[in-house]
Antibody
Framework: EVQLLESGGDLVQPGGSLRLSCVAS????????MTWVRQAPGKGLEWVSAITPGGGATYYADSVRGRFTISRDDSKNTLYLQTNSLRAEDTAIYYC????????????????WGQGTLVTVSS | QSVLTQPPSVSAAPGQKVTISCSGSSSNIGNNHVSWYQQLPGTAPKLLIH???ERPSGIPDRFSGSKSGTSATLGITGLQTGDEADYYC???????????FGGGTKLTVL
């Protein structure tokens, strides 16, 4: 069974940092692109970042570029999102999701999602 | 403001059919594949349609997808109360070099 388990969400002050993790199981992690999607309270889904197998290519939403860094450790089946310079508007549930394939450009399809981890940015 | 435009809400009676539109441009829907997601209250999103009209295994054929030009449509037939959820379209935007979601559509089954 394919599973994704996020962790690392917490209450953090504005300007602070968090590292989110997503441990994958049930599939060959190194063959798939992975992504982070967030959802602010009561709002819609917002794509955050994506990474191809081996970390060959990374992509970011304009709202987080320069502050967030996506990475992966294929030996540990783990996806990461380093979040820096956090703002109140970054408050959201952060989901990791698996792409059906290895390519994000032109064909993003996210067929498995974790349960999410909550990041709250507040003083 | 989402790059992809969806109606905020749609509604229909049980057993009826509903369609949800997703409007974009040549930089996104017009030249890239569209997928659709269902998010039931309090749960993670679930893939319903990929590659414009393909259903993953386990998704009933009551759900269908289509694309024409710079718009895509999700169709749901034989509506059930369990279909009440938020629905999102998604694609790649070549100008932004980014994945983009529609703003989401809340389906109410009256």
């Amino acid at each position: 069974e394919v599973q994704l388990l996020e962790s690392g969400g917490d209450l953090v002050q504005p300007g602070g940092s968090l590292r989110l993790s997503c441990v994958a199981s049930g599939f060959t992690f190194s063959n798939h692109a992975m992504t982070w999607v967030r959802q602010a309270p009561g709002k819609g889904l917002e794509w955050v970042s994506a990474i191809t197998p081996g970390g060959g290519a990374t992509y970011y939403a304009d709202s987080v570029r320069g502050r967030f860094t996506i990475s992966r450790d294929d030996s540990k089946n783990t996806l990461y999102l380093q979040t820096n310079s956090l703002r109140a508007e970054d408050t959201a549930i952060y989901y990791c999701a698996k792409d059906r394939g290895s390519v994000i450009v032109a064909v993003p399809d996210f067929d498995c999602w974790g349960q999410g981890t909550l990041v709250t940015v507040s003083s | 403001q989402s790059v992809l435009t969806q109606p905020p809400s749609v509604s229909a009676a049980p057993g009826q059919k509903v369609t949800i539109s997703c409007s974009g441009s040549s930089s996104n829907i017009g030249n890239n594949h569209v997928s659709w997601y269902q998010q039931l209250p309090g749960t993670a999103p679930k893939l319903l349609i990929h590659d414009n009209y393909e259903r993953p295994s386990g998704i009933p054929d009551r759900f269908s997808g289509s694309k024409s030009g710079t718009s895509a449509t999700l169709g749901i037939t034989g509506l059930q109360t369990g279909d009440e959820a938020d629905y999102y379209c998604l694609t790649w935007d070549s100008s932004l070099s980014a994945v983009v979601f529609g703003g989401g559509t809340k389906l109410t089954v009256l």
